[in-house]
């Protein structure tokens, strides 16, 4: 009997395969720990829906020179499967969703959208984890909105998915990231990641992307409910149709705190480090210019700006849905049309998924950035959204969802602009839990 209680407190004086425990840390891209579910069964769907969008506005002018802001009615037909699964040492998590668009007065904009979030959670010992996320998609509205999926274990708004592109413009993205971490004891992790992406938009006016991040932390978990650390972080981005790139640095202390089961924060708070560099055109003097033959001549432009930087999330978890609120600091590749950016972002989400015929999600974001790179001046997206079903029958569902996004400027009045999409229609799904919103 004596030995069998030794060989119980040994047990658990060490813990198992990398059982950290203890609150989800948004630096590592965590989602709430309370969300993690051993499966949620892959779900199918295919919705077909009537669409009403305002503010269309591709990179283009009318004939009076304005920049062009149309609204036109549409169909939009959408699939898609989302699911979790567990195996002995492995952990899957998906979300994906595709769609046709088709607009009646405006078919200039019909375009095919397609988005995938991938999660994958593989032990490789007792102490060693790998985890790798994928996002990928194209699209050619920028929704704007991306908040916690309920079957994907990382927080999307971690990675370098485009969120605030001004233009309805062919864009395709794609971001890899992986991380590897070495539970060296109950209390203390290691862990070390990097990744890559990569931006890729339709017209010769705006600019592309690729970019590289790595980045490493130590967290000490304090106690049953409480986390700390540091953390470096190291970004670059190098731009396509312009001679530009910046290198981005990043040093911060961590905290995350489990109030109860269902609630809780994890943040971190420290300084950022952002140099900037491109290739500019500058007049020359007008005597200069006559006696050479040219107009203006090329100059590297340098900036570095330094800051705080900081991010925090507070979440509480339900048995049918989560709600959170977070925001942050941090410098951003930009949209596209501005470049390197100092970013400050504010977001709320609510998701429920009832365990018979509703199922709804909200969503609302705030994003400001000021440009360091070749354009400079500041510019910022307020979003909202919100989408619910009603199961009608078994397997038929009752789908509806608004966004509304207003993009501003105080250096460019012609970059005000507010957008509405509004959908209606009917979702097929099988099984017996109401269809999931995206």
Not at 29 to 55: K, L, N, T
Not at 308 to 317: A, H, I, K, Q, V
């Amino acid at each position: 009997m004596r030995s069998e209680r030794w060989i119980v407190l040994l047990a658990l004086a060490h813990p198992a395969f990398c059982q950290y425990g203890g609150p989800a840390l948004l630096t590592r891209g965590e989602a709430p720990s309370a969300m993690a579910a051993p499966e949620i069964h892959f779900q199918p769907f295919v919705e077909i829906s009537g669409v009403w969008d305002s503010g269309l506005a591709g990179v283009r002018v009318t004939d009076t020179g304005q920049l062009a802001n149309a609204s036109s009615y549409g169909l939009s037909v959408a699939w898609g499967v989302s699911g979790m699964h567990s195996w002995r040492h492995t952990k899957l998590g998906l979300s994906y969703r595709g769609s046709v668009d088709h607009y009646f007065r405006q078919t200039a904009f019909d375009s095919v959208n397609q988005s995938i979030l991938l999660g994958i959670t593989h032990q490789l010992s007792r102490r060693m984890v790998l985890s790798l996320s994928e996002s990928a998609g194209m699209f050619s509205r920028d929704p704007g909105l991306l908040g916690l999926q309920q079957t994907v274990p990382f927080d999307p708004s971690t990675t370098y998915i485009p969120r605030t592109d001004f233009f309805d413009n062919r864009t395709i993205y794609l971001t890899s990231q992986g991380s590897l971490t070495i539970q060296k004891s109950a209390r203390l992790s290691f862990d070390l990641g990097g990744g890559g992406f990569i931006t890729r938009r339709r017209s010769t006016a705006l600019y592309g992307l690729v970019g590289a991040t790595a980045m490493g932390d130590v967290q000490y978990r304090v106690s049953r409910h409480s986390t700390i650390g540091a953390e470096y972080t190291y970004a670059y981005y190098s731009y396509t149709r312009i001679l530009a790139d910046s290198n981005v640095h990043g040093a911060a202390f961590t905290f995350a705190h489990q109030f109860t089961k269902e609630l809780e924060f994890s943040g971190s708070a420290g300084a950022m480090r952002g140099e900037s560099k491109y290739l500019q055109s500058v007049p020359l003097d007008p005597a200069i210019a006559a006696l050479l033959g040219i107009g203006s001549t090329n100059l590297v432009g340098h900036q570095v700006v330094w800051g705080p930087s900081f991010s925090g999330r507070l979440s509480r978890t339900f048995r049918t849905g989560v709600f959170y609120v977070g925001a942050g600091r941090s410098i951003t590749p930009g949209n596209g049309l501005f470049l390197t950016s100092t970013v400050t972002t504010a977001l709320a989400g609510y998701s429920y998924t009832g365990i018979r015929r509703w199922s709804f999600s909200a969503y609302s974001n705030y994003s400001r950035g000021a440009a360091i790179g070749y354009i400079q001046g500041v510019y910022s997206t307020v979003g909202v959204a919100f989408s619910g079903s009603r199961q009608l029958m078994r397997y038929v569902h009752f789908t509806a969802g608004y966004y509304g996004s207003k993009y501003y400027s105080p250096d460019y009045n012609n970059y005000n602009r507010i957008v509405h999409t509004v959908r209606v229609g009917l979702g097929f799904a099988p099984g017996d839990v109401p269809l999931r919103i995206w």
